[in-house]
């Protein structure tokens, strides 16, 4: 446990709960309809992975209700979160505005709800995967792709089969099959964390 995380780590349940629903109702009021429906999938799904699984399914509701929280500022809003909260701008999140999300969600994170370190990995590498993943990233990066509001693709209908049995075969397929083909086809960069996380899996497999 980080000192940090103490105050989250004091919430009972019941806290933890009117926490969810105080989010819901801020997220309903500031994203667009479909960002919100998507992010109340992911909150679903990663409750009913965090079940399968054995994580606590109140920080996977609160982490992956809050995941996309910051999907929707624009360029400068994103530069000026940089500089007024003294981030650092690594080449990638320059040139692919999309990692960005991640990166200041867990500022976000940490700073309005001050969810716990884990939690805020979570959000941090959502888009990308990591090596070492935990269990809390692995739910939240397959949350977000297997959520009831996307579209049923044959691709996905394997991620969500996988999700099932085993989240690191889901986590390989989905890096294998969408994200590497998406990111050649856009002859966009590869962000070395989605490398590294291909390679833990099949180094641990
Ligand atoms: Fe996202
Ligand atoms: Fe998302």
């Known amino acids: 446990m980080q000192v940090e995380d103490s105050y989250f780590l004091s919430l009972s349940n019941q806290e933890k709960e009117v926490m969810l629903e105080n989010i819901k109702q801020e997220l309903k009021t500031k994203m667009t309809e479909a960002r919100y429906r998507h992010s109340l999938g992911t909150m679903q799904k990663a409750k009913e992975l965090a079940e399968l699984y054995g994580e606590d399914s109140l920080n996977a509701m609160l982490t992956g209700l809050v995941h996309d929280i910051a999907k929707e500022m624009t360029k400068e809003e994103y530069f000026l979160y940089f500089v007024q909260n003294k981030m650092q701008m690594d080449e990638f999140d320059k040139v692919q505005l999309v990692a960005l999300h991640g990166k200041v969600g867990a500022d976000i994170a940490k700073k309005k709800y001050h969810f716990t370190k884990e939690m805020q990995d979570a959000i941090f590498y959502h888009t990308t995967g990591r090596a070492n993943?935990?269990?809390?990233?692995?739910?939240?990066?397959?949350?977000?792709?297997?959520?009831?509001?996307?579209?049923?693709?044959?691709?996905?209908?394997?991620?969500?089969?996988?999700a099932k049995r085993d989240m690191d075969e889901a986590i390989l397929w989905d890096i294998d099959?969408?994200?590497?083909?998406k990111m050649i086809a856009q002859r966009k960069?590869?962000?070395?964390?989605?490398i590294f996380a291909r390679n833990d899996i099949i180094k641990r497999k």
């Open 189 to 194: 960069m590869i962000h070395p964390n989605s």
């Open 177 to 181: 099959h969408f994200i590497i083909p």
């Open 133 to 162: 993943m935990t269990k809390l990233d692995k739910i939240i990066f397959l949350a977000d792709k297997i959520e009831d509001t996307r579209e049923n693709t044959e691709g996905l209908q394997q991620v969500k089969e996988l």
